[in-house]
């Protein structure tokens, strides 16, 4: 086979894709909730001659075997929805369900296009009879930035040479560095309760801690790197105004460059949470639920993914598709599309070509998410296509819209063509394997930890 034959194999999974893409969308699921999902890629997987393992700690993580031997090849697919972003593939927002989940970061996409990449190079291993072994990883609870974490620590990735990833973006680019480090952690404060006008004295304001707790961390922002985010949710409980507050919470999520930086950050917002917590006479409990890195740098991972970018067939788009990424455009600032259209040189409205191989400086993805995890574990490459109009961005209804439309779905069928182009350079030439593991194995300079074990 060559590569052209690869995108054939890819062309003639058409239907498998377009089904998986429509049946995901018309099904979004928060994290920890994939069952249908999850089982639908089973089926598809199991159909096709892949062998399923699953985890009895994790019920919707899985990941489907074809083929023996060396290389392993990870294709990493996700599934998980958000809440509160349920939307129709219309240039309006519209919610199929009132403030249901909906896949505003793409993932049905996603997990799509990872899925014919993985079918497809099992076409390739099957008519070939070539040493090689692929794997679909079924990633839940990616939104929640814990799936893959969690998977490697119970050793579902062990025996992986290489991992493949990509995210639905407004670009198309192929990236060497990305991500933010990020942790999750909750704020417990505990007061004691007293009526808000007979006597309020005798209470202790929990709600009052959370307060003070949020301005002092408004006032730390000054003095953390400028690259780091903080930003946080409250809940009191429902507890009404003429209460006291005993109980109240802050979820907070600190992100930056490197988990170093987060982890000394964490530290000095659990010095401004305890001194909240003294000035109020109340008690603060801490618990870091769960945490992910950035994604580790790999030149040689992302020279591969840079050529299949600008070699895999890139998407028409028909002039009706282009008229309802104009309108969907059209419900953006206008100030943020002529920014995004000045950083990409372009005045198109969909990205219309893969940027350079240094592009990723210009488009970096500062969001935060699992998969770096995995890329300190083994070599991994991740890239974006282009499957919303430039200017929009994931998690909004806008994203959501594009996710279950054509526009989406021919940006993710370029992403499956160039998840398989990889596939196939790593199965036909070992040294492009032998030289990812390389520059993996001497760039041991940052230790990797799970924050799973961090915090034990």
């Known amino acids: ?39 639908y890629l089973r089926n598809v997987l199991a159909k096709e001659g892949f062998t399923i ?4 700690k994790m019920e919707h993580a899985f990941y489907a075997e074809y083929g023996q031997g060396k290389p392993v090849i990870a294709i990493l697919g996700e599934y998980d929805a958000l809440p509160g972003l349920s939307q129709k593939p219309v240039a309006h927002q519209e919610a199929v369900q009132d403030r249901g989940p909906g896949h505003g970061c793409g993932h049905n996409l996603l997990g799509s296009a990872a899925l014919i990449g993985a079918l497809a190079t099992k076409r390739c291993l099957e008519k ?38 990509w995210h639905p973006m407004d ?38 801690a959370v307060e003070l707790m949020n301005v002092g961390v408004n006032y730390l922002r000054e003095h953390v790197i400028d690259s780091a985010r903080i930003h946080y949710s409250t809940n009191c409980k429902d507890i009404p105004p003429n209460i006291v507050p005993d109980y109240a919470s802050s979820w907070y999520f600190i992100r930056a460059p490197h988990m170093a930086d987060v982890l000394s950050i964490l530290d000095r917002v659990e010095k401004v949470a305890k001194g909240a ?38 998407p028409q788009f028909t002039k009706e598709e282009i008229e309802l990424a104009k309108a969907i455009q059209k419900s953006l600032d206008p100030q943020i599309v002529q920014n995004k259209n000045q950083l990409y040189g372009t005045k198109r409205v969909m990205h219309p070509i893969v940027g350079d191989r240094s592009f990723w400086k210009i488009a970096f993805m500062t969001a935060s998410t699992d998969t770096g995890d995995v890329s300190f574990n083994m070599p991994m490459s991740t890239f974006s296509c282009a499957c919303w109009p430039i200017g929009v961005a994931p998690h909004t209804w806008q994203a959501a819209a594009c996710a279950g439309s054509s526009l989406g779905a021919k940006g993710a069928f370029y992403a499956a063509h160039v998840i398989a182009g990889q596939a196939f350079d790593f199965l036909h030439d070992p040294e492009y394997v032998q030289a990812a593991k390389k520059e993996f194995n001497e760039n041991q300079d940052i230790q990797y930890q799970s924050i799973l074990n961090h915090f034990e």
């Not at 995901?24 to 089982?39: C, K, M, R, V």
């Not at 090689?132 to 062990?158: A, H, N, Q, W």
């Not at 060497?176 to 309020?200: C, M, Q, W």
């Open 128 to 165: 070939e009879k070539i040493s090689g072994t692929i794997r679909f990883y079924g990633c839940p609870e990616e939104e929640l930035l814990s799936g893959k974490v969690k998977m490697l620590r119970l050793g579902m990735f062990d025996g992986c040479d290489l991992a493949l990833s």
């Open 1 to 39: 086979m060559n590569k052209q034959e690869i995108y054939r194999e890819v062309d003639q999974l058409q239907p498998i894709f377009d089904d998986s893409v429509a049946s995901l969308f018309a099904h979004p699921e928060t994290g920890g909730n994939e069952q249908f999902s999850a089982n």
């Open 277 to 314: 917590a003294m000035m109020t006479e109340t008690t603060v409990d801490i618990d870091v639920e769960y945490g992910c890195w950035e994604m580790k740098k790999a030149k040689v991972m992302t020279d591969v993914c840079y050529e299949n970018l600008k070699e895999a067939p890139a």
């Open 53 to 56: 393992h699953n985890s009895e």
């Open 171 to 208: 670009v198309n680019c192929a990236y060497e560095e990305s991500y933010l480090a990020n942790i999750s952690v909750r704020f417990f404060f505990h007061g004691k309760t007293a009526h808000a006008a007979v006597a309020p004295w005798q209470g202790r304001s929990a709600l009052d």
